[in-house]
């Protein structure tokens, strides 16, 4: 009697244990799962290669500088600091301010250029 209800106890565990693991297969390969899976993969492999790709980026702006470093000191380039600094000007006048651009523009003098906004994101 004891041996037919361990062997019937055992075959039950066995049945169990081979229908979970049957059931966490088909779950795993249904489209949904594998379509997650390989977005979960893709985005790991891209987030690789992102740092990857960083740190290659800073590897080669450090040598960049280190060798301009030794070309400015082998051309005689840094030892003269007597250089001026670079002027930067204005690309855009400002022509709603200045008084002889608002006499001369097509704008109509009872409208007020500065009530517009170029604010574009307002209406949403």
Known sequence: MFRRTFWFTTGV????????????KIRQ???????????NKALETGHRIKDRAVGF???????MAQR???LGEALGINAD????????????ENHHSNPKYIEN??????????????DRNEDH
């Open 57 to 63: 980026a800073l590897d080669v702006r450090d040598n």
């Open 29 to 39: 390969l249904t489209p949904e799962s594998l379509a997650a899976t390989a977005a």
């Open 68 to 70: 301009e470093e030794e």
């Open 105 to 118: 523009s097509r704008i109509s003098k009872h409208v007020d250029p500065t009530t517009y906004s170029y």
């Open 13 to 24: 565990a066995a049945g169990v244990w081979a229908t979970t693991k049957v059931n966490r």
């Open 81 to 92: 600091p007597a250089l001026p600094p670079p002027r930067r000007l204005a690309a855009i």
